[in-house]
């Protein structure tokens, strides 16, 4: 379904998309309710704010602890690791932030910056608690109990309808 062999997919009948970007404004043209993208230039241009936010200051160092954990090298990179885990820490702290007043993202309702964000988040607290990070004190194994606002979050985006249907099965099974 994906050229690449990597999810999310989505399969809508006979069409086939992939990319999560993609995905979610095929889906936000096919139910334009919920306005994923926003309803307006000012919704729009803060939830592609959030999305932007997260791919320039929050995915690199987010990788820097990822691919070493999931794909090996964590005793050659523990110094990098470290500082990128401080990199995450002062981005989540601004997320707790903004999550401290509400109960989404942006214009306090659902959006694609929710969806982007929340993945990233989650794979960053799986890495985080893999054996292997553990020695390295990175405190990044329990995101959801350190910044409670981030739990609370983490709790809503789990409840929505179809959480668990966009769920890759293979992870399941990994985990
Ligand atoms: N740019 C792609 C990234 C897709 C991607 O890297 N997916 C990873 C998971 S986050 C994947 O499928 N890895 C292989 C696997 O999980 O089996 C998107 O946003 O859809």
Redesign the pocket.
């Known amino acids: 379904m994906n050229p690449r062999g ?3 997919v989505l399969k809508d009948d006979d069409v086939t998309v ?4 993609a995905i979610m404004q095929y889906l936000e043209k096919r139910n334009p309710e919920p306005a994923l993208f926003g309803k307006n230039a000012t919704e729009a241009a803060g939830i592609w704010r959030e999305i932007s936010e997260c791919q320039y200051y929050f995915e690199n160092p987010a990788f820097g602890v990822i691919a070493p954990v999931f794909f090996g090298g964590v005793d050659q990179k523990t110094a990098e690791m470290k500082a990128a885990a401080e990199s995450m820490h002062a981005e989540l702290a601004r997320l707790e932030k903004i999550l401290s007043g509400k109960d989404w993202l942006v214009n306090n309702k659902p959006s694609a910056a929710d969806i982007w964000w929340y ?1 990233e988040v989650m ?1 960053v607290e799986r890495a985080g608690g893999a054996d292997v990070a553990k020695p390295l004190n990175l405190d990044l194994a329990s995101i959801s109990k350190r910044y409670p606002a981030i739990g609370r979050w983490r709790n809503r985006v789990e409840t929505q309808p179809g959480y668990e249907r966009t769920f ?1 099965p ?2 399941k099974q990994a985990a």
């Open positions: 990597k999810v999310p992939y990319e999560t970007l993945p794979l890759p293979h992870w």
